[in-house]
């Protein structure tokens, strides 16, 4: 597809389980970022991989949350015990490098995870 | 920190009538401002940009001006129509940064 892609849509969780969200970006699109969005709230930023590398971390909330990108292209999001604090949608956006600078930010519709 | 501070809502406003969504932000250096607007079941689109002071974006008859200042990027459209109706989102990256910080979101719902 043209666009940014996550699956699943919508994720129920039993609290205490592990998830794993995807993320497929726009092809060609060295710069990926996951942040989380919780009710009523604007998007916070989590992390940042540019190609395979994960250069930015700082926003991941504890270490159950794991991100990964192996090949550069194709990123999953891991959360381990989930806990009720972890609903929340989460978006996944990549965007093109060019000449050294990060461009406009292209997001996908999102994965709401709702832990019961 | 770096952070932005927008209007509560919701804005509800009667069609072709003027919107005006406040933002204003805190930042350390010289950051480039944004404006995202998410439409019911859809991403987040990038509606328009600044990159420096006094510096306007403008997109599909919205228009913001980066005013250092007074540290703002207020969103403005002269007539408003009900397919405007979205979650608007002002957001600030850093000069050398990578990622967006947003503020809240401002839910605007434009009636016939």
């Known amino acids: 597809g043209a666009g940014v892609s996550q699956s699943p849509r919508y994720k129920v969780a039993k609290r205490g389980q592990d998830v794993a969200l995807r993320c497929d970006p726009i092809?060609?699109?060295?710069?990926l970022f996951w942040y989380q969005q919780a009710l009523g709230q604007g998007p916070e930023f989590l992390t940042y991989?540019?190609?395979?590398?994960?250069?930015?971390k700082s926003g991941l909330p504890s270490d159950r949350f794991f991100a990964e990108r192996p090949e550069g292209s194709v990123s999953t999001l891991k959360i381990q015990r989930t806990q009720q604090e972890d609903s929340a949608v989460y978006l996944c956006?990549?965007?093109?490098?060019?000449?050294?600078?990060?461009?406009?930010?292209?997001f996908g519709q999102g994965t709401r995870l709702t832990v019961v | 920190g770096n952070s932005v501070t927008q209007m509560e809502g919701p804005v509800t406003l009667s069609e072709e009538a003027f919107l005006t969504i406040n933002c204003t932000y805190t930042?350390?250096?010289?950051?480039?401002l944004f404006w995202y607007v998410q439409y019911p079941g859809e991403g987040l689109q990038l509606l328009l940009k600044?990159?420096?002071?006094?510096d306007k974006g403008s997109n599909k008859g919205f228009e913001a001006t980066y005013r250092k200042e007074t540290t703002s990027f207020h969103l403005e459209k002269g007539s408003v129509q009900v397919s405007d109706s979205a979650v608007y989102f002002c957001?600030?990256?850093?000069?050398?940064?990578?990622?967006?910080?947003f503020g809240a979101g401002t839910i605007l719902r434009v009636k016939s």
């Open positions: 956006a990549s965007s093109p490098y060019l000449l050294g600078v990060i461009a406009e930010a292209f």
């Open positions: 092809s060609g699109h060295v710069s």
């Open positions: 991989f540019q190609n395979e590398a994960q250069l930015d």
């Open positions: 930042a350390t250096g010289y950051p480039s």
């Open positions: 600044a990159t420096k002071a006094d």
């Open positions: 957001a600030l990256r850093m000069e050398y940064g990578n990622k967006l910080v």
